[in-house]
């Protein structure tokens, strides 16, 4: 079964960007739907966006028009670049993959693969 890494946590200051990188091990993710959930402090892991095997996207109301996701198959990689970042959006960000092709639900229980998660801190 295919494995999740996430990369590309850290600090920034309110209004800057960074760009987080899911990649798969064990296994391909071309034919998976991948998205990326995040979890604050004292608060319920929550949706975020999502991207289905043919590259239909979903994004969380909160982070629209800020963070984008993005695929490369040939890297075996899911993407989310995030931008005009706010102090709100500081949360571990983590990786799931779906056994199916299609995004379908923005439940955690629709996703069943899941990586370690990576710190993203947003300082005002």
């Known amino acids: 079964q295919v494995q999740l890494v996430e990369s590309g946590g850290g600090s920034v200051q309110a209004g800057g960007s960074l760009r987080l990188s899911c990649r798969g091990t064990?296994?391909?993710?071309?034919?998976?739907?991948v998205g990326w959930f995040r979890q604050a402090a004292g608060k319920e892991r929550a949706f975020v966006a999502a991207i289905s095997a043919g590259g239909g996207t979903v994004h969380a109301d909160s982070v629209m028009g800020r963070f984008t996701v993005s695929r490369d198959n040939a890297k075996n990689t899911v993407d989310l670049q995030m931008n005009s970042l706010e102090p709100e959006d500081t949360a571990v960000y983590y990786c799931?993959?779906?056994?199916?092709?299609?995004?379908?639900?923005?439940?955690?229980?629709?996703?069943?693969?899941w990586g370690q998660g990576t710190q993203v801190t947003v300082s005002s």
């Open positions: 064990g296994g391909t993710l071309s034919w998976n739907a």
């Open positions: 799931a993959a779906r056994s199916s092709a299609v995004i379908e639900t923005t439940k955690l229980q629709g996703w069943n693969i």
